[in-house]
Structure formats: C-alpha cells, structure tokens
C-alpha cells in the first residue's frame, strides 16, 4: 500500500475505532489557516463567509465559529480559527465530498476552490479533531452581550509530558474538579475537549469567553485566588502534568455564530 494511503487508512481506521468505544460526546475539527497578507485574508473571508459556513448551515450544523487572533495584526504568521461541531466522527471523514456536490458552495467558493498554484487561498492549513470530556458533552454558545470587538475568546492547549500524564490532566479537570471551578466563576467556556488527531498530542484544548478584556483579566485572577483552585492545583495528585501551554486571545468574526 502507497504510505499516503497507509498513513490515511491507519488514520481513519483510529478515528473510527475511537469512534466505537466513546460514544458519548461531540467532535470538534478545529481547521487552523495560515495567511500572509490582507489579499489571502480576502479571499478566506469570502471563502467562510459566502461559500462554507451558509453550506454547513444547509446541513445543519448550527454552532460555526470563526475567529482571528488579537496579534494577526503584527504578526506574519496570520492565522484564522474555523470551530466546527460534529455529531459523530464520520461525519468529519465525509464533510469535504459532501460540500463538492452543493453547487451553491462550489460556485460561492470558486475563488478559493479553483486558486492557482502562485497565487493560493492561504499559506497552510492544519485540521485538529477533538473529543468532548466526559463533563462537557456539548459546546456550549457563549452568554455574551457585547460587540464583536469588545468579546474575547480564549484558546488553550495544555500538553503533558506522557499520555499517562496527560490523562491525569484530563482526571483534573473532569473528577478534579477544574471544570465545575470554571462554570462557577463565569467563564462562559465554549468546549472542553481532549485532541485525538493533530500535531502537539498528547494535549487537551479548551476555549473560554468573556465580554471584554477588563472582564478576562478580572476572571483569571478571580480564578488565580480561588480557595478551590489553590487546593486542587496544590494537590499531590495533579503534580507536573502539564509541560506546555499555548494561549490565543481572538475576536470572532463578523459573520461567525458566535
């Protein structure tokens, strides 16, 4: 067997057995673009906006965030976040010949579909699949009432040393208590969810939301100062079991769900 095709099917083979033994849960494809400048910045605009997110709507997917970085702007590394929800995990495997056969998509999408080779949509695109925790099934829409550009959500991915420490990560935040810790101090979290498929693993990704950013700043240090947190973190139990963090403060676009 051709190793792309291995690597394919070993890869679809995992998904689908994870699949079988979990069948609790949403999935999550968190699609990560990366850009150079305003004129790929365009076209994946008008990608998302015109082209897939009314197509995924035809589908019934309700729940599609889009969301860009507060640094996009001084970086050069450019990035665009697309969160989708999905029900079962073949659902994810059959997404993209599926959208081909919408001849509204095709057509309200041509400009990125049909890119040349020197002029492309985007510099790279990366996919991570995730799987809810056991505590948060469901994503959950953000209860905010600010603007677009006042509301900042927060990505996190935790990474551990080993998978046996990772899962003492996952323990902590579900019969640890972390999550409950959260919902009580108002972080409106969007998912919690453990990455089955991507390249940082083993790591967990969550994302939380908040009106502004005097309200973030406010939470992480209610959060900081909480009793429960200093007892759970000063806990024997969860020692050292995570050895990198990665934080994404972003803005939700004009067009996302969200």
């Not at 968190?30 to 998302?48: A, C, I």
């Not at 990772?166 to 409106?188: A, H, S, Y």
């Amino acid at each position: 067997m051709h190793r792309t095709a291995l690597s394919v099917f070993l890869c679809t083979f995992f998904l689908f057995g994870f699949a079988e033994k979990k069948q609790h849960g949403e999935f999550y494809r968190l699609t990560v673009y990366h850009f150079k400048d305003g004129s790929q910045e365009k076209v994946l605009d008008n990608y998302l906006q015109s082209a897939l997110l009314p197509a995924l709507h035809r589908r019934g997917f309700e729940k599609i965030g889009v969301f860009k970085p507060l640094a996009n702007d001084t970086a050069a590394d450019k990035l665009v976040y697309v969160l989708i929800a999905f029900k079962a995990v073949q659902q994810i495997a059959e997404l993209p010949g599926q959208l081909l056969t919408d001849n509204g998509y095709v057509t309200a999408g041509k400009e990125y579909i049909d890119a040349v080779y020197k002029a492309p949509s985007y510099n790279r695109m990366e996919n991570i699949i995730l799987h809810a925790f056991r505590l948060a099934l469901q994503m959950q829409m953000p209860q905010l009432s600010s603007s677009p550009s006042e509301k900042i959500y927060e990505l996190r991915s935790y990474e551990s040393a080993t998978e046996k420490i990772f899962q003492n990560k996952v323990t902590m935040f579900n019969e640890g208590g972390e999550i409950p810790l959260f919902k009580r101090l108002g972080f409106n979290a969007v998912f919690y969810a453990e990455v089955i498929a991507g390249s940082h693993q083993p790591n967990l990704m969550y994302m939380t939301s908040f009106e502004n950013m005097q309200q973030h700043d406010a939470h992480w240090k209610a959060f900081v100062d909480d009793p429960e947190w200093k007892k759970l973190s000063a806990d024997p139990v969860y020692q050292n079991n995570v050895s990198h963090i990665d934080i994404t403060l972003m803005h939700a676009t004009a067009y996302s769900d969200y």
